[in-house]
């Protein structure tokens, strides 16, 4: 990765859910349980970008939650504050990918559901596949390595230079968290094995769908912000299964490659 020139709105501005949402819905706490994704910066390194998606109790507050899932981490919110609206959705990290494709390998140990590489590798299609896009995203086969810049991992985090997707017992409350950094080309991703996953893109009650949350993470990966349109996959926010990228998705990979 690169440090790119582009700089979007909200691009490192790290939001909960309602914050990008209509004014109305723009409180810090709800009657129902939802998930926010939240940004952030390794504490002592500034290179290294987190988003963790976080579990959010009915009646909890949105703000409080994502700060203590960037704490298990060791990051914390950036100072960065969001620009001036845009009359798009979509927004940048500032990371742009000068080597393509994109190369992610899959580590199975612990999964806790079957199917969960085919959801994974169902995304890249979609991130590769935009008209206009140069973007491309593709699959190395299967690990046994644990993605290096995630913390739950074995030692000290650190580049290897691979970018790994796998499982880990991540703190309670964070669905998954996603490590990049721009001065060496690498993104890693992991799951949390305390929840109920489901595959299939649909919704069940009591578990989360795999392929949602990869599409949106991997999102991340190419380089893509949050969006503050409630139909894109990039929303800061997971509603319910969503499998299909929105006009503003593509516009957003098409405008960054």
Same mark, same amino acid.
């Given at each position: 990765m690169k440090q790119g020139t582009r700089t979007a709105a909200g691009a490192v501005a790290l939001m909960s859910l309602l914050? !990008?949402? $209509?004014?109305?819905?723009? !409180?810090?706490r709800a !009657?129902?349980?939802? %998930? &926010? !994704?939240?940004?952030?910066? $390794?504490?002592?390194?500034?290179?290294r970008r987190v988003e963790v998606l976080v579990a959010v109790p009915a009646g909890a507050s949105?703000?409080?939650?994502?700060?203590? $899932?960037?704490?298990?981490?060791?990051a914390a919110r950036a100072n960065a504050k969001p620009t001036a609206p845009q009359s798009q959705g979509y927004t940048?990290?500032?990371?742009?990918?000068? %080597?393509?494709? &994109? &190369?992610?390998n899959y580590n199975g140990a612990g999964e806790r559901v079957s199917g969960a590489r085919t959801a994974l590798t169902n995304t890249y299609g979609d991130w590769s596949r935009v008209s206009g896009s140069? @973007?491309?995203?593709?699959?190395? *086969?299967?690990?046994?390595?644990?993605?290096?810049? &995630?913390?739950?991992?074995?030692?000290?985090?650190?580049?290897?230079?691979?970018?790994? %997707?796998?499982?880990a017992q991540l703190?309670? *409350?964070? +669905?998954?968290?996603?490590?990049?950094?721009?001065?060496?080309?690498?993104?890693?991703?992991?799951?949390?094995?305390? @929840?109920v996953w489901n595959t299939g893109c649909v919704n069940r009650t009591g578990s989360y769908d795999l392929e949602s949350v990869y +599409?949106?993470?991997? *999102?991340? %990966?190419?380089?893509l912000g949050h969006s503050s349109d409630i139909n894109a996959v990039m929303y800061p926010s997971y509603q319910a299964a969503r499998c299909t990228l929105a006009q503003d998705d593509k516009n957003g990979i098409a405008a960054l490659y």
């Open positions: 914050a !990008a949402a $209509a004014p109305a819905m723009a !409180a810090d !009657a129902h349980a939802r %998930v &926010v !994704a939240v940004d952030g910066v $390794a504490k002592g390194n500034a290179d949105a703000r409080a939650e994502g700060d203590r $899932a960037l704490a298990a981490q060791g940048f990290t500032g990371l742009e990918w000068d %080597v393509l494709p &994109v &190369v992610q140069s @973007y491309r995203i593709s699959s190395g *086969g299967t690990t046994t390595r644990c993605p290096s810049l &995630v913390r739950e991992c074995p030692g000290a985090q650190r580049n290897d230079r691979f970018n790994d %997707v796998g499982w703190s309670n *409350g964070t +669905l998954g968290v996603t490590w990049s950094t721009s001065s060496t080309d690498e993104a890693d991703m992991a799951i949390n094995t305390r @929840y +599409l949106h993470d991997n *999102g991340h %990966v190419a380089g």
